[in-house]
């Protein structure tokens, strides 16, 4: 396992799609494992393949229930919406207001190449929704709120 660069938010392939992973192989494997560790060791609760300069749909995520790993993920269900503090790894030190889902549903596939689906409420399905955008080239500063 490696501690991989996390890229900012002036890089441009945060702006980019991810693509499918077609086979979950050896390199997928490596690159869930580096992510994990590239995310815990910067005491984040999510990742996504494009902070570390992949454009595949690679997702990990941990709010300290356990460690998700999520392949290809697709959010087939929302419901609720709260407005919510956000920060993340590729714009630190900053911090803003999102609107996010209280509630999701998300298929993804885990590392063994199985299909998983996972309901996801609060901080979860915050986490779920962030980094999802990430793979398709969001970040949540483009989405900030004033509530004002």
């Given amino acids: 396992m490696a501690i991989r660069t996390i890229r900012l938010k002036d890089d441009e ?4 799609k991810s693509r499918d992973v077609k086979e979950i192989n050896e390199r997928i494997l490596t690159l869930l494992d580096d992510m994990a560790e590239t995310m815990y060791n910067s005491e984040g609760v999510g990742l996504a393949a494009p902070q570390v300069g992949i454009l595949k749909k690679v997702v990990t995520i941990d709010i300290g229930e356990g460690l998700l790993e999520l392949i290809n993920p697709v959010i087939i269900e929302e419901k609720g919406e709260k407005v919510i503090e956000e920060a993340c790894l590729s714009v630190p030190g900053e911090s803003g207001k999102v609107l996010r889902p209280e509630y999701c549903k998300v298929e993804a596939l885990n590392r063994n190449g199985e299909k ?7 901080l979860l399905a915050v986490a779920v929704s962030h980094e999802t955008d990430h793979l398709k080239g969001v970040l949540y500063i483009d989405k900030l709120i004033d509530e004002e």
């Fill in 13 to 16: 392939i945060l702006r980019k």
């Fill in 116 to 122: 998983i689906v996972i309901e996801a409420k609060d």
